[in-house]
Nanobody, 123 residues
Framework: VQLQASGGGLVQAGGSLTLSCAAS????????IGWFRQAPGKEREFVAA???????KYIDPVKGRFTISRDNAKNTVVLQMNSLKPEDTAVYYC??????????????????WGQGTLVTVSS
């Protein structure tokens, strides 16, 4: 499956952005889709995931601010990011996996990755 992330940009603190991950070339509904981010000088980290069966997971720093949603008919996963903070600045990647739900925060289990989209939050 091929993934393409889009929607990044520059926003002021407190603002919102909507990231989209469009999939092609595979059976989209079979995959759990995750969002990861890599801030400058830091390792890539898990942000959120939406499983093939409807489960959702978020890291604590984004709970209540980010919402992940999925449209299997459109082969798209959206990450709605509200109340953005400067510490959310990073390149955001979407990725696909078929790993069990207990492992979805671990990037090594994701076989397919999009190209990344840059989110910059100014203070």
């Amino acid at each position: 499956v091929q993934l393409q992330a889009s929607g990044g940009g520059l926003v002021q603190a407190g603002g919102s952005l909507t990231l989209s991950c469009a999939a092609s070339g595979g059976t989209f509904r079979r995959y759990t889709i995750g969002w990861f981010r890599q801030a400058p000088g830091k390792e890539r980290e898990f942000v959120a995931a939406f499983s093939m069966s409807g489960d959702k997971k978020y890291i604590d720093p984004v709970k209540g601010r980010f919402t992940i949603s999925r449209d299997n008919a459109k082969n798209t996963v959206v990450l709605q990011m509200n109340s953005l903070k400067p510490e959310d600045t990073a390149v955001y990647y979407c990725a696909a996996t078929t790993v069990i739900w207990g492992r979805v925060t671990e990037e090594n289990y994701y076989a397919y990755w999009g190209q990344g989209t840059l989110v910059t939050v100014s203070s």
